[in-house]
């Protein structure tokens, strides 16, 4: 099966991406975003760096990332 | 997204009101001394970094580049008046974010171009919170810009700013405005905590 089965569309600071990540912190790795200077929120509500890893995330989240050139 | 403001009133200090908007629910602090050097901010800025990783809050610091790196906050707001985005992401690098005041579509652009990772744009209505004013954008205002943002390609948050109160936040969010900034209002309610906690549920439902 094509491996997009297990993308899950989502939007990144108003842009469409598909994504396989799980969590929070999956995405942050997949996005390679830097180990500090970063805020993400989902839904508009700020994840705390300590809850990434625990953040699942959920087809059709409404993800803010703070970091300019993010999510290109 | 709920940045608040440091503010200070007869009955809360600048610290008192990072505090309660942490207990409030808000996740996102931004120290504000406008007046003060930097020498009288950095002990207010210490315990407000500890607070804020308590918390698991972002913290940026207003103006003061060179403090923000010495203590490691995560970012820094830098207004009209104050260092160049450019020169501050030259100072910080790409680990900090950088916030800028925008009244304009073209102070975005200009942000943006420079290394900006979000965008403080007002003021929505007119406040006493800042003397030197600026036009004030209002719906219409906020919308023209994120259409115009969005016909760039440029994807980085914009904070609402300026004499916002819990009214206004679902119509400014509904511009397509990415979060809300707060200074006043929240101190001047009789309880403080319980309304960030109500101005923050507002914000996360919308």
């Known amino acids: ?72 | 997204m709920l940045q608040f403001i440091s503010h200070y009133t007869d009955k809360y200090s600048y610290l008192d009101s990072i505090r309660l908007a942490l207990q409030g629910g808000c996740r996102w602090i931004q120290l504000r001394m406008k007046d003060a050097t930097d020498d009288e901010v950095r002990p207010v800025a210490i315990e407000a970094q500890k607070l804020c990783k308590q918390y698991g809050a972002t913290f940026i610091i207003d103006d003061r580049v060179a403090l923000v790196k010495e203590l490691q906050a995560d970012g820094v707001h830098l207004g009209k008046n104050d260092m160049p985005i450019a020169e501050a992401r030259r100072l910080l690098g790409p680990d900090y974010i950088i916030g800028g005041t925008a009244n304009t579509i073209w102070d975005v652009k200009a942000h943006y171009a420079a290394g900006a990772d979000y965008i403080g744009c007002g003021p929505f209505r007119f406040t006493t919170t800042k003397q030197k004013l600026s036009p004030v954008l209002g719906l219409d205002g906020y919308r023209r810009i994120i259409i115009e943002m969005r016909a760039a390609h440029i994807d980085i948050p914009i904070v609402a700013i300026g004499g916002i109160t819990k009214d206004d936040i679902p119509a400014i969010l509904a511009t397509g405005i990415t979060g809300i900034a707060l200074s006043g209002t929240v101190l001047r309610a009789a309880n403080p905590i319980d309304e960030m906690k109500h101005l923050t549920n507002i914000v996360n439902h919308e």
Do not use: F, Y
């Not at chain 1, 108003?14 to 805020?39: D, I, M, R, W, Y």
């Open chain 1, 1 to 72: 099966m094509p491996s997009e089965e297990c993308n899950m569309k989502v939007r990144i600071n108003n842009k469409q991406h598909e994504t396989q990540a799980k969590t929070v912190s999956e995405l942050a790795a997949q996005l390679q975003l830097p180990a500090k200077g970063v805020a993400i929120a989902i839904d508009n509500e700020l994840k705390p760096r300590t809850t990434w890893d625990d953040t699942i995330l959920q087809e059709g989240a409404t993800i803010t990332i703070i970091k300019a050139a993010c999510g290109g």
